[in-house]
């Protein structure tokens, strides 16, 4: 099993930028795919960016440019830094890892961006 425990959301002026953080814990050898997804009211969970244990990221377009993923291995620990914020990021960001064939999420945190 793997534990998931985020942190770092809240309320932000549009513009504002902010930094979420996910530490993982349990069985955490051999995770590959860290990657962050969000959830709007009213809308399905999108991915907003996953990074590979070997660093490779993927980025929706709606977040390039804006967004930067990353991860430090020593600490298991999995970042979002989060500039130029827009009230359309409005919503809950979840942490998703993969270890082989399982997948696991977090709890969520709560972004809101305030025009």
């Known amino acids: 099993q793997v534990q998931l425990v985020e942190s770092g959301g809240g309320l932000v002026q549009a513009g504002g930028s902010l930094r979420l953080s996910c530490a993982a814990s349990g069985s955490i050898f051999s995770i590959n795919t860290m990657a962050w997804y969000r959830q709007a009211p009213g809308k399905q969970r999108a991915l907003v960016a996953s990074i590979t244990s070997g660093g490779n990221t993927n980025y929706d377009d709606s977040v390039k440019g804006r967004f930067t993923i990353s991860r430090d291995n020593a600490k298991m620990t999995l970042y979002l830094q989060m500039n130029s914020l827009k009230p359309e990021d409005t919503a809950v960001y979840y942490c998703?890892?993969?270890?082989?064939?399982?997948?696991?999420w977090g709890q969520g945190t709560q972004v809101t961006v305030s025009s």
């Open positions: 998703y890892v993969e270890r082989g064939p399982f997948n696991y």
